[in-house]
């Protein structure tokens, strides 16, 4: 049986996804549900895996290429299958090379920082005679003028200063690629450094010096989502300071318990209390569709995760049906693989209703907005000691503040109102969680 492997679509907006590297090499034996490819999307880097198993026929798209959407990219099949079709491009081939080439030098570079090679070994500085845009052969340029490289490739040259027109490609019709931008890097690390100095150097004294910073595409995607979202989504909010006196003594208790098994955060109960509250409130485990509402049975609550360029929402999947624990271990492994790069396609867009918490920063409040489709999203801020009145004495307790925004087209001020006196019940009185 033949698998066609195509580049998935991982959000409604992807047009376009730029091939890392492949794990598998043609002849490789592949199981189902291994991981063969890492992809780079607007958002972030995600893992591919095999919906089939077989044997790794072809690669039809290599290395850096960007393809768009639903483009055969690789064929798995058992060794006497015939794949002859798929020699050209396959059935589904990729446009042109011209068409798949990046944007223009000055379109914005992809997003977070590619990572510095790991074992490069130092390499002494070139002779001031020779510069190593003066050995480097002339990069490959498309009939229009412009340089062909990948948008890893052209984001690397961004960070490290490296003038693309210097580098030699070794990609597909001498496109350049990742490796040449790092070999480049390591052979030249004088040029790099004077490009780094150039660009930071001081202005005269009196002179305001501006900087152009371009828009990585993740910057874009969100800038575009949030304006959109603010623009087309009415949102309104609603507000509680919530006293986790006893859920923190709580806390405390079962962080003793578990010992080296691990620790659970704050967050990781307000996920817990979120998602339970929305099996009671389902209006907002739902997205919105314009001419109807998609109510959704499984509440998988996404985690807000910032990045050096931005931040994406990873799902806990089935978040509702796990315990605290389980909670807590899939939460902080899902936030350090957003931040490396490595997420899963459906934890990166399963998300039924975001939790956005600032608590971390000491920050008191957030009024987040509304991740389109979802109609809602929860904003925390930081447990504060806070002198409060109860029984007419003024006594300190353990205070947080959550804002809810929702979307006034799938909700009303009633619903949400509701749906803070449910997570207030449930955070003030954590017992309530275990029935």
Do not use: C
Request: charged share 20%; glycine share 8%.
């Amino acid at each position: 049986m033949i698998t066609e492997v195509v580049m998935p679509q991982m959000g409604a907006d992807m047009k376009e996804g730029t091939i890392i590297n492949w794990r598998k090499a043609e002849g490789d034996e592949v199981n189902r549900g291994e991981i063969i490819a890492e992809i780079e999307t607007d958002k972030a880097n995600i893992e591919i895996e095999a919906f089939g198993a077989g044997v790794f026929r072809k690669a039809i798209h290599k290395d850096g290429e960007t393809v768009p959407v639903g483009t055969i990219i690789a064929v798995i099949a058992a060794p006497s299958d015939d794949i002859a079709k798929y020699e050209g491009g396959g059935a589904a081939p990729a446009p042109a090379a011209e068409a798949q080439a990046p944007a223009p030098e000055s379109a914005p570079a992809p997003s977070a920082p590619a990572p510095e090679p790991v074992g490069a070994a130092p390499v002494p500085s070139a002779p001031p005679a020779t510069t190593a845009a003066q050995a480097a052969p002339a990069a490959p340029a498309r009939a229009d003028g412009r340089l062909r490289a990948s948008p890893v490739a052209r984001r690397m040259a961004e960070e490290f200063g490296i003038d693309l027109a210097t580098v030699n490609g070794t990609g597909p019709d001498g496109r350049i690629v990742r490796r040449d931008v790092e070999a480049a890097r390591t052979a030249a690390p004088a040029q790099a450094a004077t490009a780094t100095a150039t660009m930071t150097r001081a202005a005269p004294a009196g002179v305001d010096e501006i900087e152009n910073i371009p828009l990585s595409r993740m910057r874009q995607t969100i800038a575009r989502r949030t304006q959109e979202s603010k623009q087309n989504v009415p949102h309104y909010y609603l507000g509680a300071d919530i006293d986790m006196t006893e859920l923190m003594a709580l806390r405390s208790s079962v962080n003793k318990a578990l010992g080296d098994r691990g620790r659970i955060s704050v967050n990781d109960i307000v996920i817990l209390a979120t998602a339970r509250t929305l099996v009671q409130h389902p209006k907002f485990n739902a997205f919105w569709a314009e001419d109807h509402i998609e109510r959704h049975s499984q509440v998988n609550v996404g985690i807000a995760v910032a990045l050096d360029d931005g931040l994406v929402a990873p799902a806990v999947i089935d978040t509702a049906n796990k315990g605290l624990e389980q909670i807590s271990i899939e939460a902080r492994d899902v936030a350090q693989r957003a931040r490396s790069g490595s997420l899963k396609p459906e934890e990166y867009t399963a998300a039924t209703f975001n939790v956005s918490n600032v608590g971390g920063f000491g920050i008191d409040t957030i009024s987040a907005i509304i991740t389109q489709p979802q109609v809602g999203v929860l904003g925390v801020g930081a447990v504060k000691e806070t002198p409060v009145i109860r029984d007419g004495q003024v006594v300190v307790r353990q205070m947080m503040n959550v804002i809810l925004s929702a979307d006034h087209r799938a909700t009303d001020g009633a619903d949400g109102a509701r749906f803070l006196q449910t997570l207030r019940q449930l955070l003030e009185s954590p017992g309530m969680m275990l029935l």
